[in-house]
């Protein structure tokens, strides 16, 4: 199965501070999705394929990537972006997560 | 809207099967897959199972020998079974359905703890 590896694996960033996490995978995928995780609430999808952003997903939010190399990336930290992020392929059986990037508010 | 409600025993002893439901609304099981994702307390997502539209599976082979899902159509419920229960499979379990690329609706979850 396709290994997924965030880094870092916790941050924390200032309000208004530009802010990049990656994933990076075993081998090569077609696309990337990413979820956006709070506390004692399910993930909601938050980038899909690659680059599009969910409803309801703020524009300072981005992602790109491609191959074996993924990224999100905040042009701007807001407290509420403050949570666990998680990529996630499904180029190959199974479905595989990454282990997460948790995002802190500085 | 697409929603979708996870119900399940909450405490289930080691060694022993577990059950759980998800109840759909806002769509039709004849024309989605829905998936089975848990998650153990404080870890990463972890992948389990998809039943298609047509009622064909997909299982993570690392579990495919104490997975079975199922569903009925015309109640929007699907099940998932899950044997020999240990410790480390303790962990909230969602359903979860696509739209597009990812997973696009995620239940509230069930918590499953196995303990004695």
């Known amino acids: 199965q396709i290994v997924l590896t965030q880094s870092p694996a916790i941050m924390s960033a200032s309000p208004g501070e530009r802010v990049t996490m990656t994933c990076s995978a075993s081998?090569?995928?077609?696309?990337m999705h990413w979820y956006q995780q709070k506390s004692g609430t399910s993930p909601k999808r938050w980038i899909y394929d690659t680059s599009k952003l969910a409803s309801g997903v703020p524009a300072r939010f981005s992602g790109s990537g491609s191959g074996t190399s993924y990224s999100l990336t905040i042009s701007s930290m807001e407290a509420e972006d403050a949570a666990t992020y998680y990529c996630?392929?499904?180029?190959?059986?199974?479905?595989?997560f990454g282990g997460g990037t948790k995002l802190e508010i500085k | 809207q697409v929603q979708l409600k996870e119900s399940g025993p909450g405490l289930v002893a080691p060694s022993q099967s577990l059950s759980i439901t998800c109840t759909i609304s806002?769509?039709?099981?004849?024309?989605?897959?829905v998936h089975w994702v848990r998650q153990p307390p404080g870890k990463g997502l972890e992948w389990l199972v998809v039943?298609?539209?047509?009622?064909?599976?997909t299982y993570n082979s690392a579990l495919k020998s104490r997975l079975s899902i199922s569903k009925d159509n015309s109640k929007s419920q699907l099940f998932l079974e899950m044997n020999s229960l240990q410790t480390d499979d303790t962990a909230m379990y969602y359903c979860?359905?696509?739209?597009?690329?990812?997973?696009?609706?995620w239940g509230q979850g069930t918590l499953v703890t196995v303990s004695a």
């Open positions: 996630q392929q499904w180029s190959s059986n199974p479905p595989t």
């Open positions: 081998s090569s995928v077609n696309y």
């Open positions: 039943i298609w539209s047509d009622g064909s599976t």
């Open positions: 979860a359905r696509g739209a597009g690329g990812g997973f696009a609706y």
């Open positions: 806002g769509f039709s099981l004849t024309s989605y897959g």
